[in-house]
């Protein structure tokens, strides 16, 4: 029987939103495999450019409780730093993330990051998900603060 899973992460970031939303939700499927390939060990695209409607192929590592996962992108506001995309993968029929960033008076960013998943092994997974997620959003930042003219 397939079980509905959901949550919500909130990260606070000393990196601005527009460098984030770059280096983790467009460039990610290139940045990943350098960073924590243990997350994502490679990613190519399937179709599109990177708009909406594309789609990309991950080949996951293993922190990820699945071996492969399809995402395509169905909103993508770049200026907005803000996206919306769908996750295929083993056991989860659909998997839903929406990923908005903001900037903070600081210079910073606070990231809220939102997951629905359905499927007979949804929960337990998308729990997984949801620590690679918050892990790769302070791999990144750490990145970027090593080296401050990325994703300018």
């Known amino acids: 029987m397939a079980s509905t899973s959901s949550w919500t992460l909130e990260l606070k970031s000393q990196v601005s939103a527009p460098r984030k939303f770059r280096a983790c939700v467009m460039d990610w499927h290139t940045l990943a495999p350098k960073l924590a390939p243990h997350v994502i060990d490679s ?3 399937v179709e599109g450019d990177g708009c909406t409607g594309s789609v990309r192929h991950y080949n996951c590592g293993s922190a990820v409780p699945f071996n492969a996962m399809k995402k395509k992108i169905e909103f993508l506001d770049v200026d907005k730093c803000e ?19 903001k900037p903070t008076a600081n210079g910073g960013s606070v990231a809220k990051v939102e997951c629905m998943s359905k499927g007979v092994h949804a929960k337990d997974m998308m729990l997984k998900a949801k620590d690679s997620a918050a892990e ?4 990144v930042e750490a990145y970027l603060i090593a080296n401050p003219d990325a994703y300018n």
């Open 43 to 45: 990613a190519h695209h």
């Open 83 to 101: 996206c919306k995309y769908t996750i295929e993968c083993d056991g989860v029929e659909t998997s839903t993330w929406h990923i908005k960033m």
């Open 136 to 139: 790769m959003f302070k791999t």
